[in-house]
């Protein structure tokens, strides 16, 4: 099921659908992060999205955040990847790409697990 539901979000995202807030165009002064890790590259700029997929199958979804400035976001969300459990999520390091702000670093923190740090550039990567 989850792994539908994946490949429903990416589908939807190549056809427009987006994950998170939809970004007018007037709003490219806003700080988003891409949240398609098997879609497009820079595709799905969003802003607080519910998820943020890395590939298939890894991803952090149901995310609720506590904060969203410029500068960097929080929030906690279900790390699924090397294990499933809760996680907090960390955005920071702003770039910019084709006029839009973007976060360009991610880094998911939980009590007993290893933190993990991934960086976008056009694709998401471990670090």
């Not at 807030?21 to 700080?31: E, G, N, V, W, Y």
């Not at 955040?65 to 960390?90: I, L, M, P, T």
């Not at 933190?115 to 550039?121: A, C, G």
């Amino acid at each position: 099921m989850r792994k539908m539901l994946g490949c429903m979000t990416v589908v939807a995202a190549l056809l427009g659908g987006g994950i998170g807030t939809a970004l007018p165009a007037s709003a490219s002064s806003r700080t988003v992060v891409y949240a398609c890790g098997m879609g497009p590259s820079w595709g799905c700029p969003s802003v607080r999205p519910g998820e943020i997929a890395f590939g298939a199958l890894y991803d952090v979804a149901h995310i609720s955040w506590s904060s969203w400035s410029a500068r960097s976001a929080y929030g906690r969300g279900h790390y699924y990847g090397f294990g499933s459990y809760k996680a907090n999520v960390k955005l920071y390091d702003v770039k910019i790409h084709h006029g839009r702000r973007f976060f360009s670093w991610i880094k998911i923190t939980a009590r007993g697990h290893k933190t993990r740090y991934l960086s976008y550039n056009g694709y998401w990567q471990t670090r």
